[in-house]
């Protein structure tokens, strides 16, 4: 999971990627909400997207080919209806495995103006892992997570870009979600500031038992944890929230 500098350029964020990636033999990388472009309430979105094939998402291969790893981000997506607030999965080859369209806009944000919502949980497989993709805001919904979990999501990858005042989202609200449907959960945030807005830089990897391993809040950083699905069985059997949660 990267954490990025929420100032950073482009080119300075795909060098910092790079940089982490070149020392670490990862199968899977997660970078945050609207990471090609920042998520910047000043920007112009319509003139920023791009196809999920567009040239960042190029450039995005290029690493991931480069060094045999699986890569997700946000990005503003130019769609054929409108433009939306996206999230790519790539394999280790380059290729397109999952794209989600974000279902739902921050409150009170630029998003809700910018932004075209899209309709479902995205799903697919990387290294024998079942993977599911939702954005930001949609992790602080129980049903999302709930339903990951029950289309068989092991990990559920969530880009995000959390202001700096929500900081209880970060470490109580996704730890809580991981623990309730026995998942592991990558959140990726930007720390630091752009254009008068802040990020809380919460950026970490939940483990089916809620027990985290993350980024020092507010800081540019890199963790990896191994993903068990060993794990997944063990606390999802523990505590059977999936199998009763269809009997209500």
Same mark, same amino acid.
């Given at each position: 999971?990267?954490?990025?500098?929420?100032?950073?350029?482009?080119?300075?964020?795909?060098?910092?990627?790079?940089? %982490?990636?070149?020392?670490?033999?990862?199968?899977?990388?997660?970078?945050?909400?609207?990471?090609?472009?920042?998520?910047?309430?000043?920007?112009? %979105?319509?003139?920023?997207? !791009?196809? $999920?094939?567009?040239?960042?998402?190029?450039?995005?291969?290029?690493?991931?080919?480069?060094?045999?790893?699986?890569?997700?981000?946000?990005?503003? !997506?130019?769609?054929?209806?409108?433009?939306?607030?996206?999230?790519?999965?790539?394999? $280790?080859?380059?290729?397109?495995?999952?794209?989600?369209?974000?279902?739902?806009?921050?409150?009170?944000?630029?998003?809700?103006?910018?932004?075209?919502?899209?309709?479902?949980?995205?799903?697919?497989?990387?290294?024998? #892992?079942?993977?599911?993709?939702?954005?930001?805001?949609?992790?602080?919904?129980?049903?999302?997570?709930?339903?990951?979990?029950?289309?068989?999501?092991?990990?559920?990858?969530? $880009?995000?870009?959390?202001?700096?005042?929500?900081?209880?989202?970060?470490?109580?609200?996704?730890?809580?979600?991981?623990?309730?449907?026995?998942?592991?959960?990558?959140?990726?945030?930007?720390?630091? !500031?752009?254009?008068?807005?802040?990020?809380?830089?919460?950026?970490?990897? #939940?483990? $089916?038992?809620?027990?985290?391993?993350?980024?020092?809040?507010?800081?540019?950083?890199?963790?990896?944890?191994?993903?068990?699905?060993?794990?997944?069985?063990?606390?999802?059997?523990?505590?059977?929230?999936?199998?009763?949660?269809?009997?209500?």
């Amino acid at each position: 999971m990267y954490q990025c500098r929420a100032g950073a350029t482009q080119d300075e964020k795909l060098a910092g990627l790079e940089k %982490y990636m070149a020392g670490q033999h990862c199968n899977l990388v997660l970078c945050p909400e609207l990471f090609a472009t920042g998520y910047d309430a000043k920007a112009d %979105y319509g003139k920023l997207a !791009e196809a $999920p094939d567009g040239p960042f998402a190029k450039r995005m291969a290029g690493l991931a080919i480069l060094y045999g790893t699986a890569l997700a981000w946000g990005y503003a !997506e130019r769609g054929e209806d409108g433009v939306y607030n996206s999230a790519a999965l790539i394999g $280790p080859e380059g290729q397109l495995l999952a794209n989600h369209r974000k279902r739902l806009a921050s409150p009170q944000s630029f998003e809700v103006e910018a932004f075209g919502l899209g309709e479902a949980v995205s799903f697919a497989e990387v290294g024998g #892992v079942k993977v599911a993709m939702i954005i930001c805001y949609e992790v602080e919904f129980p049903e999302s997570l709930r339903q990951a979990a029950l289309g068989g999501a092991q990990l559920v990858l969530v $880009p995000t870009a959390l202001g700096a005042d929500w900081g209880f989202v970060a470490e109580k609200v996704v730890p809580t979600r991981a623990f309730e449907n026995g998942i592991y959960i990558g959140y990726a945030d930007h720390a630091g !500031e752009l254009h008068g807005l802040g990020f809380y830089g919460g950026g970490r990897i #939940v483990a $089916p038992d809620g027990a985290v391993t993350g980024v020092p809040v507010g800081e540019e950083g890199f963790v990896t944890l191994d993903i068990d699905l060993d794990r997944v069985a063990a606390a999802q059997a523990r505590l059977p929230y999936l199998v009763d949660s269809r009997k209500l």
